[in-house]
C-alpha cells in the first residue's frame, strides 16, 4: 500500500475519476521501486517482484492465464479496468457485473479474489506477463529479483468453478501446467535466475487429487532444467509436516521455505525430507504479526538447520509475505518510546533478516551491537509492568467452571424473560449500529482534536441517541438499540477503554483491495478500568419504555481484529478481555438494560486451518470466552450474539454450545437451506437470520421479506424466529434505512397476524 496507503489513494482516485490511468500506472511502478529499494537498501539479498497488485496478487493471475470470465471480457475494456471489474464490480454507461467473490486468505483478516473457471476452460498466457515485465523493470532500475508466483496446484485449489459450472478445477492442471512453463522460461530468459512459487496450500489437509497433483505439476516445472529458473516453493501460515511425502516430489527443486514462526517443531522433518542438495528458506521473522524478532531465538533456529544441512543451504527469511504487517514503524510519532521499542513493521523486518543472517554467517561479532539491544528490549518487554498486571492472574487463576454457565437451562431463562420483555412473535430488532451520517464523523473528529469539549460531545451523542430512539419508535420495532453514534470501530472503541491496549497512527494493513485497516496492538494483560457503554445503553433506556439492547464487542472478535501478543497463549488473552467484558454486562444488567449483545463477526476466521486437534482446542477456548462473558447475568438477561455469516455446517456444535438466548445471522443473500442444520440438530434457542442485504443500498420490499421469513419457517418455528437485518446499518443512509425497516416491521406484524 505504501508508506501513507498512497497506493489506496491513487486507486481510489482513479476510481473516482480523478487522476488518469496513466497517474495510476505510474503512482504503480513509484512504490514498486520504492519498495525493492528498501529491501536492497537494508542489504537483503533475495528480493521479491511481482508480489505487488493493484487489488490482489491472486486475481492478477485471471489475466495471466487468460481466464477472465466472458461476462467481462465481452465490455472490450482497457485491461486494468476489466481486472478492476473483477474486484468490484462495474457499473457505468450500459455495463453493470457484480465483482467475483472475494473470501479471506488462509486464517488472515486478508481476502483474496477466487479464482473462478469454466467447464471448458481454455488457457492462455498474457501477451506480457506481469511477472516478467516487473522483473525486468527491477532489472532496469539495477536490482535482480525473485519473481513470486501462486503455484499451480495452490490456484487450482483455491479456485472454483464459475456459477452454472461443474468443472472441479483440480482437473484443468494438465491444460494450465504448459503456460507456468512457458512463463518459467521467458522468466529465466529475461534474467531470472531463481523464481518463488507459492504453494501454501501444503498446509491445509488436502484432498487427494489436490496433494496428487504435485507430482506431475513439478515434474514438468522441472523437466526446464537449465532452461528454466531455479524454484523455491513458498509455504506460510501452518507447518507441511501432515503433507511431507509430497516433498518427494520435488527434489528438483532448488529450495523450501517453511514458517518457522507459526510452526517451528517442523523444522527436523522438513530438513529430513530435503535432497541431498536441497536449500531450505527458513521463515523466522513474523510476517503476520508487529513484534520485533527476538533475535536469539531466531539465531538458534537458523543455527539448528545450518548444523543439519551446513551454511550454504540455508536461507534466513520473514515467515510469509509481509502484506500483512504495517509499512514502518517510522511513522509512528505518537507512540511511547517503551513500547515502541518493543514493535517492527515491514521496513524494519526486512532490516532483521539480514542481521539474522550476517550474525550467522559472519559471527555475532559483526552484528554485535544488534544482538545487544535487541537482548536488552526483549527483556524490557518481559518484565514490563506494561505487560503484567499481577491482579489480572490472579483474577483468571480464580475463574471456575461454574462461571461459564448460566443459572438455568433456556426454557427457565425464557420463561423469566418474558415476564419482563414482553415479546410479540416475531420480535423484530437491529443489529446495533445506525447510519453514522457524516455530521457524526465531523463531530467526533472534533472532540478527538480537542476543539469541541467533552460535555459538548456528549450532549451531541445524546441528541443522536434521541433521534434513533425517535426513529425506532416510528418503524415500532421491538427490541431497541443505541445507535452505536460514540463508536468508530467496533474493536478500537474497546480497545481505548482497557488496559493492555495500544493505538497507532499510521499502522494500516490491507483487508482486501483499496480497504485498509489499522488493528490496535494488545501489548499486556488486560483489564477494565471503568465502565464502556453503560453510560450511552442507560442514557438510551431512559428515553424509551421498549427494551432496549446493550451492545459489546465479543472476547475473540476483539482478539483477532487486534495484533495479539506473541508472548502469552491466545487463550489467555481472550479470557481476559472476557473477564472484562463480563464486568461490562453485569454493569449494563445492574444499569437495568435486560437485553445485551455481545457480537463475535470474527469467531470463525480463527478456526485453525486444519481439522483435528488444534480446531478443538480453538473451539473450546473461544467458546468459553463467550461464555465467560455473558454468564454472570440472571435468568432474566436475555444475551443475543451476532455473527456475519452463515455458514455453519462445520462448527454447528460451538455455536450451540455459546448457550446464547438469541443468535442473529447474515441469511439474506444465502440459500436458507443452510438453516436446515438448526432443524437437524434440534437446535433449541431463538434465531434471527438476517431477512435483507444491508451492503447495498437497494430497499426491499414487503413482498420478499414475507418471501423471504416464509423460506424459514420451512427450517424453524414461529416462536424461535426474530425479524432482523443482515448485519448493523452503519454504512448505509438514513432514507433506505428507514423505508428497508418498515417494510422489514410490516412483514414480521403479517405474520404475527398469521400465526
Ligand atoms: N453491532 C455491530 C453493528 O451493528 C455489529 C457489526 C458486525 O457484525 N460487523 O455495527
Ligand atoms: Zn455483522
Redesign the pocket.
Known sequence: MGRLRDLKKATEAYWADKISRDELLAEGKRLRLEHWKIQKDAGVDVIPSNDFAFYDQVLDHHQLFGTVPERYSKYNLNPLDEYFAMGRGLQKEGIDVPSLEMVKWFDSNYHYVKPTLQDNQEFKLAAQPKPVAEFLEAKAAGITTRPVLLGPVSFLTLAKADRDQTVDPITLLEKLLPLYVELLAQLKAAGAEDVQIDEPVLVFDLAEKSKAAFKPAYEKIGALGAQGPRITLATYFGDIVHNIDVLADLQNLHSIHIDLVRNPEQLDTVVAALGPKQVLSAGVVDGRNIWKTNFKAAIEKVENAIQKLGKDRVIVATSSSLLHVPHTLASEKTLDAEVRDWFSFAVEKAAEVVVIAKAVTEGPAAVREQLEANAKSVQARASSPRTNDPAVKARQAAVTPEMHNRKSAFPERYAEQTKTLKLPLFPTT????FPQTKEIRIQRNKFTKGEITPEEYEKFIEKEIQEVVKVQEELDLDVF?HG?PE?ND?VQYFGERLTGYVFTTHAWVQSYGSRCVRPPIIVGDISRPAPMTVKESKYAASISPKPMKG?L?GPITCLRWSFPRDDVHQSVQAQQLALALRDEVVDLEAAGIAVI?V?E?ALREGLPLRTGEARVAYLKWAVDSFKLSTAGVTDGTQIHS???YSEFQDFFHAIAALDADVLSIENSKSDAKLLKVFIDEAYPRHIGPGVYDIHSPRVPTEQEIKDRIEEMLAYLTPSQLWANPD????TRGWPETKAALTAMVNAAKYFRQKY
Request: glycine residues 10%; charged residues 20%; aromatic residues 4%.
Open positions: 437491529t443489529i446495533g449500529s438499540v452505536e463508536r467496533m451492545m464487542t449483545q457480537d463477526p451476532h455473527f456475519c448485519c448493523g446499518l452503519k
